[in-house]
């Protein structure tokens, strides 16, 4: 089944403690992207990749990293994550460029910061 | 840049009535529009799209035209399901950011009741 897999689905974490929320595709998508999703503000996008080893800000990149060394998977990195990072989490990929090429979603990861 | 308004939720309806939810948006040129819907608990899932003016994008019922000259595109449909109930999201994809990015709305919930 063609899919994008977010993992965890739920983390609680303490201010500071470094994280990493996976992500992968099955679909051999060239682009991937993290976006967070917060109340009355929609979906912000944090970082994207056109290719391996091609990643490119967002609209809220601070506080964040991402790596593609491979195809497939787009982590999304957290080194020192605060408070104001606590939301929801989800990873994308699209076949090409966004003009005609639908985002495939991945289910979320809710992450509480304390 | 580029940005989508969306009108307020929550939109309240009983099942059979006729739904619209308002889109505009603010572009150069002429953007990709997008319309995805998010059941609880699960990621976006594209509903349907346009990529050129007057196009109509259509699935699982609901509608909505791309209108250049009044730079909207209003979801409908005509008659509609509890299992419609769900969050709303009007996107596009531009020029300014070449295409490379999925610009969101803040969304807009739909409660049918029986």
């Known amino acids: 089944e063609a899919q994008v897999t977010q993992n965890p689905r739920y983390l609680i974490t303490v201010t500071g403690k470094k994280l990493t929320v996976t992500c992968s595709q099955n679909?051999?998508?060239?682009?991937m992207s993290w976006y967070r999703q917060d109340p009355g503000l929609g979906l912000r996008q944090i970082y994207y990749s056109m290719n391996v080893e091609v990643t490119d800000k967002g609209d809220v990149p601070e506080g964040y990293k991402v790596s593609r060394k491979e195809k497939r998977n787009f982590p999304l990195i957290l080194e020192s994550p605060s408070p104001n990072q606590t939301s929801l989490y989800f990873c994308?990929?699209?076949?090409?460029?966004?003009?005609?090429?639908?985002?495939?979603f991945g289910n979320g990861t809710r992450l509480t910061v304390t | 840049g580029d940005s989508v308004t969306q009108m307020e939720g929550p939109v309240t309806l009983s099942e059979e009535a006729f739904l619209t939810i308002n889109c505009t948006y603010t572009a150069t040129g002429y953007p990709s529009l997008f319309w995805y819907v998010q059941y609880p608990g699960e990621g976006l899932q594209l509903l349907l799209k346009a990529t050129k003016a007057d196009d109509k994008g259509s699935n699982k019922g609901f509608e909505a035209t791309y209108r250049k000259e009044t730079t909207s595109f209003h979801l409908e449909k005509g008659s509609v399901q509890v299992s419609d109930s769900a969050v709303y999201f009007c996107?596009?994809?531009?020029?300014?950011?070449?295409?490379?990015?999925?610009?969101f709305g803040t969304g807009t919930r739909l409660l049918v009741s029986p």
């Open positions: 996107a596009l994809s531009g020029l300014n950011t070449g295409f490379q990015k999925l610009v």
């Open positions: 994308a990929s699209s076949q090409t460029a966004l003009g005609n090429s639908p985002l495939h």
């Open positions: 679909m051999n998508h060239e682009y």
